[in-house]
């Protein structure tokens, strides 16, 4: 499995941006299928967006389209996820995650690889 480490949370005000970044270790970085879930409080892990092993595709949730964007540099083992015109809605622990073999774009049983999680406040 890929090691997967978050950064880039924090607190921000309603209508700002953050950025988090995803540093993965490891030779196979590129055949993974890359995802960023999030988890409010008392509520679920929920998916964000995914980004496939060469970045040509993209998914997102219907609630971040239009404001969230997702990219990697498999240079670099990196996956970033910019956010903008965040909501207080937004607030939640961001997870990095791999996709070595599953089907699935959005499913968190597909993900086998996961980051420990950065914290995102955004306050209104």
């Known amino acids: 499995q890929v090691q997967l480490v978050e950064s880039g949370g924090g607190e921000v005000q309603a209508g700002g941006s953050l950025r988090l970044s995803c540093a993965a270790s490891g030779p196979t970085f590129s055949r993974y299928a890359m995802g960023w879930f999030r988890q409010a409080p008392g509520k679920e892990r929920e998916f964000v967006t995914t980004i496939s092993r060469s970045g040509g595709n993209t998914l997102y949730t219907d609630s971040v389209k239009g404001r969230f964007t997702i990219s990697r540099d498999n240079a670099k083992n990196m996956v970033y996820l910019q956010m903008n015109s965040l909501k207080p809605e937004d607030t939640a622990v961001y997870y990095c995650?791999?996709?070595?073999?599953?089907?699935?774009?959005?499913?968190?049983?597909?993900?086998?690889?996961w980051g420990q999680g950065t914290q995102v406040t955004v306050s209104s």
């Open positions: 995650a791999g996709n070595l073999h599953g089907s699935s774009w959005f499913s968190l049983a597909d993900f086998d690889s």
